[in-house]
């Protein structure tokens, strides 16, 4: 699973769900129910703390990957918790290396299709998450 350190990258439009993924990951690490995960699109980044920490970054209003600097947006990533990013294209491409890629696509009104790319070393064993978890639903499931 996630562990300190983790980065997540989550793509998907606007009301696709990276939110509501965000609120699952964050019961998943010990995150009080009485800290409500809401979208940091104003604050950018958003802190829980729990077993795991989690930094919730929005980086949709970011312009120029400079204003990660000047907001603490890396010094986040140096406390060892998880961060989960929406938005990751605002980043520079050489950021995050080792990574979860999450695409959450539309599949209806109430359905969405949900993709995983795994990016590096640290994520090569949660490929066997489907197994343990009985995914029921189609689970696309590719390493980089």
Known sequence: MAKPGSVI?????????KTCFVQGLAQGLGIPDDC???????AIIN??????????ADLYRINDPFELETIGFY???????????????RLE?????????????????????????FNGQKWENLVLIPVKYKIKKRLNVQQR
């Open 36 to 42: 409500y995960i809401t979208s940091p699109t104003y």
């Open 75 to 89: 010094e986040n990533y140096e406390k060892k918790g998880v961060m989960a990013i929406e938005w990751p294209d």
């Open 9 to 17: 990258e989550l793509t998907g439009d606007l009301g696709a769900g």
């Open 47 to 56: 802190e829980y703390p729990g077993r795991i920490d989690l930094f919730h």
């Open 93 to 117: 491409k050489t950021d995050f290396d080792d990574h979860l890629h999450v695409v959450i696509q539309s599949a209806g009104e109430n359905s969405r299709e949900i993709n995983f790319f």
